[in-house]
C-alpha cells in the first residue's frame, strides 16, 4: 500500500525556518517525481514546488522561490521541504503528492498534510 | 500561469441527484485536466485524469469531459460518501494550477 506522511509542521514566527519532512513506502521512492502542495485555511490548493525522480530537476512556484529548498533522499524513501524567512501568508497545510505520467502528468497519492502556521 | 476557473463554489444536492461541476482554463491545455476529491481529514484522491479517464477504484458514477478550456465532472447519481470538496488542475504546463474547488453539501 503506498504510504506517504508528512512531519515536521508546527508554529514559527516571522522570519523563521521549518523543514518538513515526507517518508514514502508501499513504492519504489526512487522511480517517482514528487511535488509539494500546500493549502491555507479554508482556501484551495497551491503548488509550490516539484523534484524529478534523481533530484537533477527542481521547479519552485513563484510564491517561495528563493526561500524555499526541496530534496530528497532516495536511499532514506523520504522529501524534505526546508522553508526558510518564512512569512505569514505561508500558514497552510502542506501536503507531498507522488507524480506519475497516466496520459498526462498526475499526482495520484497523497499525504494527510502536516499543519504549518507563521505568527508572532 | 495558466488560470483555472471552477464553478460554482459550492452546490446543496440530495442523494441520488445528478451533479456537474465545470472547470475553464485561461488557455488551452488540451486534455490535460485532472479531478481530485477532498474530504476532511484524509489525503486528496484523484477521480478523473486526462479529462475522461477514470482512475481505478473510482466508481462509475463519475464521469468527465471536455477538452482545451472547458471542462466537466459529472457524478451520475450522488451518493452519501460523495459529499465533498472537488478540484480540478491542469498539468499541461508548469506551474501545475488548481481550481477553486467546488463544495457539495447535501440539501
Known amino acids: 500500500e503506498v504510504q506517504l506522511v508528512e512531519s515536521g509542521g508546527g508554529l514559527v514566527k516571522p522570519g523563521g525556518s521549518l523543514r518538513l519532512s515526507c517518508a514514502a513506502s508501499?513504492?519504489?521512492?526512487?522511480?517517482?517525481?514528487m511535488n509539494w502542495v500546500r493549502q491555507a485555511p479554508g482556501k484551495g490548493l497551491e503548488w509550490i514546488s516539484y523534484?524529478?525522480?534523481?533530484?537533477?530537476?527542481?521547479y519552485y512556484a513563484d510564491s517561495v522561490k528563493g526561500r524555499f529548498t526541496i530534496s530528497r533522499d532516495n536511499a532514506k524513501n523520504s522529501l524534505y521541504l526546508q522553508m526558510n524567512s518564512l512569512r505569514v501568508e505561508d500558514t497552510a497545510v502542506y501536503y507531498c503528492?507522488?507524480?506519475?505520467?497516466?496520459?498526462?502528468?498526475?499526482?495520484?497519492?497523497w499525504g494527510q498534510g502536516t499543519l504549518v502556521t507563521v505568527s508572532s | 500561469d495558466i488560470q483555472m476557473t471552477q464553478s460554482p463554489s459550492s452546490l446543496s444536492a440530495s442523494v441520488g441527484d445528478r451533479v456537474t461541476i465545470t472547470c475553464r482554463a485561461s488557455?488551452?491545455?488540451?486534455?490535460?485536466l485532472n479531478w481530485y476529491q477532498q474530504k476532511p481529514g484524509k489525503a486528496l484522491k484523484v477521480l478523473m485524469y486526462?479529462?475522461?479517464s477514470l482512475q481505478s477504484g473510482v466508481p462509475s458514477r463519475f464521469s468527465g469531459s471536455g477538452s482545451g478550456t472547458d471542462f466537466t465532472l459529472t457524478i451520475s447519481c450522488l451518493q452519501p460518501e460523495d459529499f465533498a470538496t472537488y478540484y480540478c488542475?491542469?498539468?499541461?504546463?508548469?506551474?501545475?494550477?488548481f481550481g477553486g474547488g467546488t463544495k457539495v453539501e447535501i440539501k
Open positions: 503528492a507522488r507524480e506519475i505520467t497516466m496520459i498526462v502528468v498526475v499526482n495520484d497519492y
Open positions: 508501499g513504492f519504489t521512492f526512487n522511480s517517482y517525481s
Open positions: 523534484i524529478s525522480s534523481g533530484g537533477s530537476t527542481i
Open positions: 488557455q488551452s491545455i488540451s486534455s490535460s
Open positions: 486526462a479529462a475522461s
Open positions: 488542475q491542469q498539468t499541461y504546463s508548469t506551474p501545475p494550477t
